[in-house]
């Protein structure tokens, strides 16, 4: 069975600091790793996908096989980054996406 | 263009009552899919509709609920005798094509409580 984990209800840093949402999978085979964001009072949105390689608002996430890892990073966090989000596999062909249960993000001033 | 809308945003119901959730994908999207988002429990995969095929219902929780999309188009969730642990957001989603991996647009979601 696929899995998705993600250790932190919570994070909460200070702006300007670094970011790191951790994400943890788990898949026996090759899966697609999503990061997804929700702001406040808006719809659930891609941010970015792992296969596209790309930074998307500063942020960064390096599919890890050996540690099972798809953390999402970011050097300098913004106060418009607090948010939730979830961290999301697709594998064994079915389209359905798994989630994590998210972590929201708190950016402070 | 539009994006995906779902109706109603919010519905309060009786326990042991049957609700309907409507999702309009975005128009020309072929794949649609549902999802609940529960306190605490996150996302869970429901349904996943592509094309003509036969739906994706591994994730569907138990016989109570079913959903169908009608010409290719709008879909309808339907829970039936619904408990207190059907509340939930459901979200609809809709993307492209199903063969390979494309975005998946989320609609606003359905709030349901059932007292």
């Known amino acids: 069975a696929q899995r998705v984990t993600q250790p932190e209800k919570l994070l909460s840093v200070f702006k300007g600091a670094p970011v790191e949402l951790k994400c943890n999978y788990s898949?026996?085979?090759?899966?697609?790793l999503f990061w997804y964001v929700q702001y406040s009072r808006q719809r659930l949105q891609l941010l970015l996908r792992h296969i596209s390689r790309e930074s998307i608002k500063g942020f960064t996430a390096d599919l890890n096989k050996g540690e099972t890892s798809f953390h999402l990073k970011k050097p300098f966090a913004q106060e418009e980054d607090s948010a939730m989000y979830y961290c999301a596999l697709r594998g064994g062909g079915a389209d359905g996406l798994t989630f994590g249960k998210g972590t929201h993000l708190i950016i402070q001033p | 263009g539009a994006g995906v809308s779902q109706s109603p945003s919010n519905k309060v119901t009786e326990k042991g009552k049957d609700v309907e959730l409507r999702c309009d994908p975005i128009s020309g999207h072929t794949a649609l899919y549902w999802y609940r988002q529960s306190l605490g429990q996150g996302l869970e995969f429901l349904i996943y509709?592509?094309?003509?095929?036969?739906?994706?219902k591994s994730g569907l929780p138990s016989d109570r609920f079913s959903a169908e999309r009608t010409g290719g188009s709008v879909s309808t969730l339907t829970i039936q005798r619904t408990q207190q642990e059907d509340s939930a957001v459901y979200l609809c989603a809709s993307s492209s094509q199903g063969i390979s991996y494309n975005e998946q647009f989320f609609g606003p979601g359905t709030r349901l409580t059932v007292l």
């Open positions: 509709f592509q094309g003509n095929s036969a739906p994706d």
């Open positions: 898949y026996s085979g090759s899966p697609e």
